[in-house]
C-alpha cells in the first residue's frame, strides 16, 4: 500500500497548494487556465484512445457500460452527493463536484493505477506508482487552483480504487492481462476525453453514467476464458 498511500499523499499536497494560490487568481485568469487544462485533459484522452485495442469491443463497451450507466443512473447519485459535497464545503471556493468527478475518473482510469497498484501488491514494486505521484502532484496544483477542494477529496477515490487492486493483486493478476488494461485503458481514455470536451463547454456528456464501460472488457475476457 505504500505506493498508494504515497499517491494520495501526492495529490492531497499538491490540492492543498492549488488551493493557496488560488486566491492569486482573478476570474478571466482562472476561466483561462481552465480551458487550457481542459484542452490537454482532451489530447491525454486522444492520446490513450489512440492505443492498439480490440476497437469492437471498445464500442461494445461503451454501450454497454452506457446502458447499465443509465439503468443504475450514477450520473444523478453522483451530481446528488456532488450537492452534498457543495453545501459541506460551501464558501471554500471552486467547482467541488466536478473537481471531485473529473479528477476521480483522470486519477484512476488510466494503465498506471491499475498496473502499479498490481506492481505494488505482488512485487513490492512502488515505482510505477511513486512516478504516477508526481504527474498526479502536479495536476493537482493546477487543477485545484481553478476548480477547488473537490481535487483533494479525489484522493480518497483513488485509495480505495487503488488499494483495492494492491490487496486483491494475488487474484486479479490472472483477470487483468495485458490484453484487459489495453482494453480498460481506451474505454477510460474515451472517459477523459468527454471530461476534456464537458469542460470545454462543448459538450454535456454523462460521463458518470459511462463508468461501467471499464468494467466490460473485464466481464468479455472472462467469459471468452470459459469458451
Not at 96 to 118: D, H, K, R, W
Not at 137 to 142: D, K, M, P
Not at 144 to 166: D, E, W
Amino acid at each position: 500500500m505504500i505506493g498508494t498511500l504515497v499517491n494520495v499523499a501526492a495529490i492531497v499536497a499538491g490540492s492543498f497548494a492549488g488551493i493557496m494560490i488560488r486566491g492569486m487568481n482573478t476570474e478571466k485568469f482562472s476561466d483561462t487556465v481552465i480551458k487550457g487544462i481542459a484542452l490537454c485533459v482532451v489530447l491525454i484522452g486522444i492520446s490513450g484512445a489512440l492505443e492498439e485495442a480490440n476497437l469492437l469491443l471498445v464500442i461494445f463497451s461503451i454501450v454497454i457500460g452506457g446502458v447499465i450507466g443509465e439503468v443504475i443512473d450514477i450520473d444523478h447519485k453522483l451530481i446528488r452527493f456532488g450537492e452534498r459535497l457543495e453545501e459541506l464545503f460551501k464558501g471554500r471556493g471552486g467547482k467541488v463536484a466536478e473537481g471531485f468527478v473529473s479528477c476521480t475518473l483522470i486519477y484512476c482510469v488510466g494503465a498506471m493505477a491499475i498496473v502499479g497498484a498490481l506492481e505494488s501488491g505482488l512485487k513490492g514494486d512502488h515505482s510505477t506508482l511513486f512516478a504516477k505521484s508526481v504527474l498526479d502532484g502536479v495536476s493537482a496544483i493546477i487543477f485545484a487552483s481553478t476548480m477547488g477542494i473537490g481535487v483533494m477529496i479525489s484522493a480518497i477515490s483513488v485509495l480505495i480504487y487503488q488499494g483495492a487492486i494492491t490487496l486483491g493483486a494475488g487474484f486479479l493478476k490472472g483477470i487483468l492481462t495485458q490484453q484487459v488494461i489495453s482494453d480498460m485503458s481506451v474505454v477510460g481514455s474515451l472517459l477523459i476525453l468527454g471530461i476534456g470536451l464537458n469542460i470545454l463547454g462543448v459538450s454535456k456528456i454523462k460521463i458518470a453514467n459511462l463508468l461501467p464501460a471499464i468494467l466490460v472488457p473485464v466481464a468479455y475476457h472472462l467469459i471468452m476464458g470459459m469458451i
